[in-house]
């Protein structure tokens, strides 16, 4: 299996697990959802719905493969996906926290782009 390959099979089965568990907890009126985009290689795990009155809608984890690296645009998670990457065996060097601006990259132990 190429990078590549490896690299989608592993943001769906770790953004599944995440969605799984909290499945375990369900908000009334709130659904978590996940969204694969294979051909552009991007994925979402986020949440919709109502709240009484109020509308609820977020982006909780937010990846995409570009230049044959995972970028973490958005992670609401406590543990933080990049450890859960880590642990996969993706190398630092192939994660960019893309959440943090260009001028702070250089102080993480990941990728600047």
């Known amino acids: 299996m190429d990078k590549l390959e490896r690299y989608r099979d592993l943001i769906k089965k770790i ?6 568990w909290a499945s ?4 009334d009126g709130v659904e ?3 969204a694969f985009d294979e051909n552009r290689d991007h994925y979402f795990w986020f949440n919709i719905g109502w709240d009484g009155k109020r509308r609820v809608q977020g982006l909780i984890v ?6 044959g690296k995972i970028w973490i645009e958005e992670d609401w ?3 933080g996906i990049a450890n859960d990457l880590l642990a996969a065996g993706v190398p630092h060097q192939d ?7 260009p001028s702070k ?3 993480t132990e990941f990728a600047i782009a």
């Open 15 to 20: 953004l599944t697990e995440y969605y799984e």
């Open 95 to 101: 994660i960019v926290l893309g959440f943090h601006h």
């Open 62 to 67: 937010y990846l995409r493969i570009r230049e």
């Open 105 to 107: 990259r250089p102080f």
């Open 32 to 34: 978590d959802c996940l």
């Open 77 to 79: 998670t406590k543990q």
């Open 24 to 27: 375990n907890a369900p908000q």
